[in-house]
């Protein structure tokens, strides 16, 4: 055992101590990414007992047993219908799969909250249908309906994946051992993709938690919602704090519940199955089965694209693509843009760091660079506010403190990226290098930059996207003035004047459906994408 | 081809001295003592974990000895509070896989070791990137990608590389372990003749006796961590210094025996010679190669097992005394499983003693 372990230790080489630049530069990131909750805590904790009697009034339980409530009620209800887009689509003789196979997961690039819009708009209260279809989709209702919709694709690209990974011997053999196809489905298939599904349900989990557009357009007080009106109408902005840090526990509780799931997960099987596996034929449950994709593709992906293109094409003075539309879509593109590649160059030296030098203390630099994980947007903003108000006069409500909130609320998804970019660099490419006489840095820039550029561009892409969307942050620490496409979405409804969101919301769905689409396509690093999204 | 004579100092092309390297409590290389003269090949053979590799990387500079001293030309790398960064050591290095740069082609690899005005781009890079894929036979693959080339390109490609910029010293860490058996034998042999072309000095790390004993001027035999034995391939075949060598280098028959004087020892099995045997009771290491078989004297064993190898053949024996022995001759004659020989030390065998 020692012999085998000195043995591999010797194989791999001693691993050098870093550079003090690199080390101090990650202590820097590692420090600026638990800034916020560390001073949440201090915040919540200098409130005194009159703060925190927050926590036992009865409106704050009720609060939460909605928030629980909708978390539950969206978690399951985007896992039974994303498991079951997944299956359909990988494992059946389902009419036009292929379609199927892409049209499912490009609802991720309909923000949320435009799928609430859309909702509100057929048939919220006042809307086109909602007296033809006799039903008002609003409150917990609207904001479970469009919250799965916007959720159920993660389930379904990590399953679907999953379902690709899996050996099709598995299957093949369990048949030939007499199993019915629902009993190889059931004591198989299903063994082998729980733990994609179960890391796709704690992403559609997280994503429902940290969520304030959809539950603000529908109206539905929950945790987030809360916080974000305590912050805005209270005197006292301490019991925002502590809301905050009661939403900050929730979301480490879904994150242990994923860390559970993750240890839990058998080791991944080399992809080699190349063969497909012989499709499970539906017969006469055809027409139903396409009906299910019909419909879920239509609510989640059709109506939403639909209502904008309809709003526009109407066109009313005002509605169209009209110049006020370029200062917000200006402001979103460059504060994106920036915070991509700012995210991306926050993450490298923690990245390079733990890729390098994996010891105990690197580790934690990495862990608490992912903390931002646990911090919803809305709390990420309080805390951030409440920090700058303090001690920061002169950053507060200026786009230099947006962007620091953007790329600490990202930095994970940059993070990933750019890890698994530099640790699919061989160490023995930049050692020839130096064998070919080029100094450290000249032989990082030379061979290892070149060969991670393109993961650490997919970070970068991930953290745009992500900040295309961003709304509470932005809210919340915005300049006065300062516009992007989607808080020109938030004013536009704010006022129920839905239709005049129009412009700036299918602008954030045109950006962001082709890199969806690519992603899809391509299909490779399913899960590490749609996990970087999840924090969306 | 390295003997050389005493009366004139070679320059050496690498030394190393008390050389010491521990991960841990685990230690690597202990007390390495070693000097390549200029345009020597060395092999460096030793089972997987012995501290071969870790010894090239020290030499190359990418680990840093506990003790001891580098030195490359009469230059002091490391040690004695020196330390001199692998890029500027003037060593090429040929990776086990070769680590070859996928972004570039194998020019581009090829030329990325140049100085800098040298490097050039395009149509116009001549010169010595040119040269060196000339010496490897890849002039017509230069613009491929490594990912293009067949496993004994990519071997030529990296080999191409470490030459080009014309190190003092080019180390080869297991350069034939990933490509098949068949390629490997000529790579091997066409291998050697770059370097010889290249007048390169070169240490070769392996753990393939065969490839170490063929290609090496001198061969080091390495375990846990130490040299054990360092000489020209036959001495090292013929006279290993223990008998874990003996046994490490090929098949060996360990009889013991007496000394008697003149260099003589006497074993059951009859009388080798053995110069500089000492006196007493001794072990002798014998090849299978330096026992015969007769079939005109007296019976003294029987063959219990014959392997046929095409060129030659092993057989197993029970000696009516000793117990059993390998025996390997030539596929001339054969001798069939049972029948009853007489054995006995081959006309020109010198057998060494091992303790």
């Known amino acids: 055992m020692t012999a085998l372990r000195s043995r591999r230790r010797e194989r791999r080489g001693s691993r050098p101590l870093p550079s003090f630049g690199l080390t101090v530069a990650a202590v820097l990131v590692a420090a600026a990414a638990a800034l916020p909750l560390v001073y949440l805590f201090v915040r919540a904790a200098s409130g005194g007992a009159a703060a925190w009697s927050v926590v036992l009034r009865p409106q704050t339980a009720e609060v939460l047993t909605r928030t629980v409530a909708l978390v539950v009620v969206v978690t399951a209800a985007a896992t039974v219908i994303g498991g079951a887009l997944a299956w359909l689509t990988e494992r059946t003789d389902l009419p036009l799969r292929r379609v199927w196979t892409v049209a499912a997961a490009l609802p991720l690039a309909v923000p949320s909250y435009v799928a609430a819009l859309a909702l509100l708009a057929t048939a919220g209260p006042g809307g086109a249908l909602s007296s033809s279809l006799s039903l008002e989709v609003t409150g917990f209702t609207g904001a479970a309906l469009a919250l799965t919709l916007s959720t159920y694709p993660y389930v379904y690209l990590l399953t679907a994946a999953a379902l690709r990974r899996a050996d099709p011997a598995l299957e093949e053999a369990a048949r030939g051992l007499g199993r019915s196809p629902s009993a190889v489905l059931r004591e198989v298939t299903l063994p082998l993709v729980r733990p994609a599904i179960g890391a796709g349900a704690l992403l559609a989990a997280l994503y429902s938690l940290s969520d304030f557009g959809v539950v603000s357009l529908m109206r539905l007080d929950v945790l987030t919602r809360v916080i974000f009106q305590q912050y805005r109408t209270l005197f006292d902005r301490t019991p925002a704090a502590v809301l905050g840090l009661l939403l900050v526990v929730l979301t480490v509780i879904v994150l242990i519940g994923e860390a559970r799931a993750r240890g839990r997960a058998a080791p991944r099987a080399a992809p080699t199955a190349s063969r497909p596996v012989g499709p499970v034929a539906l017969g006469r449950w055809r027409a139903a089965a396409v009906a299910f994709c019909a419909l879920v593709v239509g609510l989640a992906l059709v109506l939403p694209v639909g209502v904008l293109i309809y709003w526009i094409a109407r066109a009313e003075t005002g509605v169209g693509l009209d110049a006020g539309i370029v200062a917000p879509a200006l402001g979103s593109l460059g504060v994106s843009l920036v915070a991509g590649f700012a995210a991306v160059l926050a993450a490298l030296p923690v990245a390079l760091l733990v890729v390098r030098s994996p010891r105990p203390w690197t580790r934690a630099l990495e862990r608490l660079s992912y903390g931002a994980n646990a911090l919803p947007g809305v709390v990420v903003a309080l805390a951030l506010v409440f920090f700058a108000a303090r001690y920061l006069g002169a950053v507060y409500q200026t786009l230099a403190l947006l962007l620091f909130a953007y790329v600490v609320r990202f930095l994970p998804q940059a993070l990933s990226g750019a890890r698994t970019a530099l640790a699919g660099v061989n160490p023995r490419l930049e050692e020839a290098a130096r064998a070919l006489g080029r100094g450290p840095r000249s032989a990082f820039a030379a061979v290892t930059m070149p060969l991670a550029a393109p993961g650490l561009l997919a970070g970068a892409t991930i953290v745009f996207l992500s900040t295309m969307k961003e709304l509470p942050m932005t809210l919340l620490l915005r300049p006065i003035g300062f516009e992007t496409l989607a808080t020109e979405v938030w004013s536009a409804t704010s006022v129920s004047a839905y239709s005049r969101a129009a412009p700036a919301a299918l602008l954030l769905v045109a950006v962001s459906a082709p890199i969806v689409l690519r992603m899809v396509v391509r299909r490779d690093g399913a899960r590490a994408e749609a996990e970087a999204l999840g924090a969306g | ?355």
Request: with cysteine; proline share 6%; charged share 25%.
């Open chain 2, 1 to 355: 081809m390295s003997a050389s004579d005493p009366a004139i100092p070679q320059a050496m092309a690498v030394e190393t001295r008390g050389l010491v390297k521990a991960f841990g409590a685990v230690p690597a290389v202990c007390e390495v003592d070693l000097a390549v003269p200029r345009g020597e090949l060395l092999t460096v053979l030793g089972p997987s974990g012995c501290g071969k590799t870790t010894l090239l990387r020290l030499i190359a500079g990418f680990e840093r000895p506990d003790r001891g001293e580098v030195l490359v030309g009469d230059l002091l790398v490391a040690g004695d509070g020196v330390w001199i960064a692998p890029e500027r050591r003037r060593i090429g290095m040929v990776f086990q896989d070769y680590a070859l740069f996928p972004h570039l082609s194998v020019e581009g690899n090829v030329a990325f070791g140049l100085p800098r005005g040298e490097r050039g781009r395009g149509r116009g890079r001549t010169g010595r990137a040119r040269t060196a894929l000339e010496l490897v036979g890849l002039q017509h693959k230069a613009a491929c990608l490594p990912h293009q080339l067949s496993g004994g390109e990519r071997q030529r490609a990296a080999l191409a590389r470490a030459l080009a910029p014309g190190p003092e010293l080019v180390l080869l860490d297991e350069p034939f372990s990933s490509l098949d058996a068949s390629l490997r034998a000529d790579l091997r042999r066409e291998v050697e003749l770059i370097l010889r072309d290249a007048e390169a000095t070169a240490v070769l790390v392996t753990h393939d006796q065969e490839e170490a004993l063929s290609l090496g001027d001198r061969v080091a035999v390495m375990r846990e961590g130490r040299i054990v034995q360092l000489g020209p391939p036959e001495e090292v075949y013929a006279r290993p210094a223990d008998r874990w060598t003996a046994g490490f280098l090929g098949e060996v028959n360990l009889l013991s025996g007496m000394c008697r004087r003149g260099g003589a020892v006497e074993t059951w099995l009859g009388v080798f010679d053995s110069p500089g045997a000492g006196a007493g009771r001794v072990h002798l290491a014998v090849r299978p190669e330096q026992l015969d078989l007769r079939t005109d004297r007296a019976v003294n064993a029987e063959v219990v097992e014959r392997e046929f190898r095409g060129h030659d053949v092993l057989y197993r024996l029970r000696h009516e005394v000793g117990g059993k022995l390998l025996v390997q001759l030539p596929s001339l004659e054969l001798y069939e499983v049972g029948a009853r020989v007489h054995v006995r030390p081959a006309a020109a065998a010198v057998a060494s003693v091992v303790d």
